[in-house]
């Protein structure tokens, strides 16, 4: 199977969250790249009621064959009981000076 490079999507509880839990992947040479989107409010069904809550938002740049990994780190480091951590698409295209960056600050499988 080839490996792509892919987009994983995850909230979190707050800004200092998020950031641990990039750096985290950063370090272990799981993701090339997070972005942080801060003070989104988000509003979900939670336990029988409708909840509105404050959370940041991770934009994680990665290959396929780490989400396993990428998976767990983040189940290691979150605060949530049920986290939110979806492979959201494959990287189909970019540039190619960018998607060559992307593999090679990533971990090989």
Same mark, same amino acid.
């Given at each position: 199977? #080839?490996?792509?490079?892919?987009?994983? $999507?995850? /909230?979190?509880?707050? *800004?200092?969250?998020?950031?641990?839990? &990039?750096?985290? @992947?950063?370090?272990?040479? @799981? !993701? &090339?790249?997070?972005?942080?989107? /801060?003070?989104?409010? =988000?509003?979900? +069904? +939670?336990?029988?009621?409708? *909840?509105? =809550?404050?959370?940041?938002?991770?934009?994680?740049? /990665?290959?396929?064959?780490?989400?396993?990994?990428?998976?767990?780190?983040?189940?290691? @480091?979150? !605060? $949530?009981?049920?986290?939110?951590?979806?492979?959201? =698409? *494959?990287?189909? *295209?970019?540039?190619?000076?960018?998607?060559? +960056?992307?593999?090679?600050?990533? #971990?090989? !499988?």
């Amino acid at each position: 199977m #080839e490996d792509k490079l892919i987009l994983v $999507y995850v /909230t979190c509880s707050s *800004e200092e969250e998020a950031k641990k839990i &990039a750096k985290a @992947l950063l370090e272990n040479k @799981l !993701s &090339a790249c997070v972005n942080i989107y /801060t003070n989104v409010i =988000s509003m979900y +069904w +939670w336990e029988g009621k409708i *909840e509105e =809550s404050k959370e940041s938002i991770l934009f994680i740049k /990665t290959r396929s064959s780490l989400y396993e990994k990428v998976k767990q780190k983040i189940l290691e @480091l979150h !605060s $949530y009981t049920c986290p939110c951590i979806v492979q959201l =698409s *494959e990287i189909k *295209e970019g540039i190619e000076c960018f998607i060559n +960056w992307l593999f090679k600050e990533t #971990e090989k !499988s």
